[in-house]
């Protein structure tokens, strides 16, 4: 079974200019999420799809961020303008809703913003 | 919102030795309780979850425990190997389609020889 793939995996861009990351999860997999992984901690939810509808957005800085998965399969995460402190590795999981909650997690893409 | 708490942030045990995480949560409505292992610049890995309908949970050499009651949950890892050198994230959700993982702030865990 493949896994969740990612891209970029790197990512170096100036403050205030925008930034797209790609993200295709486990085949059949209905549920998708985004998380900031920012240096020393934990995994923050960001945006989390089912299917391809907004479940829950709360923790999303709308004002820069945005998200997308059209057709219910890819998904893609922008930033823009970005902030220095957007720094972090961004992290795309996925699970197959009503078989338990397992979230596999991609590799992720390592964002740095000078 | 659901909070975590984990503890220790950072651990050391000798090859062999027995080590210890602890987690607690603040929704009483949490019911799945996963544990994630992140080597460096790696992704997290499931390695154990636990729901709410049993007390404990073992697969080889770890274990988690849970008391509903008290709301905390623990990782424990037997007879560790310097391949256990990791960062460990506890976790809490409510089941439903909003499954929504809250992690905690991670333990860093180090196993020397």
């Known amino acids: 079974e493949a896994g969740v793939a990612q891209s970029p995996r790197y990512k170096i861009i100036e403050k205030r200019q925008s930034v797209a990351f790609w993200c295709n999860p486990i085949s059949g997999h209905a549920t998708l999420y985004w998380y900031q992984q920012i240096l020393g901690q934990g995994p923050k939810l960001l945006i989390q799809f089912q299917n391809n509808g907004v479940v829950d957005d709360s923790q999303l800085p709308k004002d820069r961020f945005s998200a997308e998965r059209l057709k219910g399969v890819d998904s893609t995460l922008k930033i823009q303008p970005a902030k220095l402190e957007d720094s972090a590795v961004y992290l795309c999981?996925?699970?197959?809703?009503?078989?338990?909650?397992?979230?596999?997690f991609g590799p992720g893409t390592r964002l740095t913003v000078t | 919102g659901e909070n975590v708490e984990q503890h220790p942030s950072t651990l050391s045990v000798q090859e062999g030795d027995s080590a210890v995480i602890k987690c607690t949560y603040s929704d009483s409505a949490s019911n799945y309780f996963p544990w994630y292992k992140q080597e460096l610049g790696k992704r997290p890995q499931l390695i154990i979850d636990?729901?709410?309908?049993?007390g404990e949970k073992k697969d080889q050499r770890i274990a988690v425990t849970l008391n509903k009651t008290a709301k905390h949950f623990s990782l424990h890892i037997t007879e560790t190997q310097p391949e256990d050198s990791a960062v460990y994230f506890c976790?809490?959700?409510?089941?439903?389609?909003?499954?929504?993982?809250?992690f905690g702030t991670g333990t860093r865990l180090q196993v020397t020889l």
């Open positions: 999981a996925s699970s197959f809703a009503g078989r338990g909650h397992e979230q596999y």
């Open positions: 636990i729901r709410s309908n049993v």
């Open positions: 976790a809490a959700s409510s089941t439903g389609t909003a499954s929504k993982l809250t």
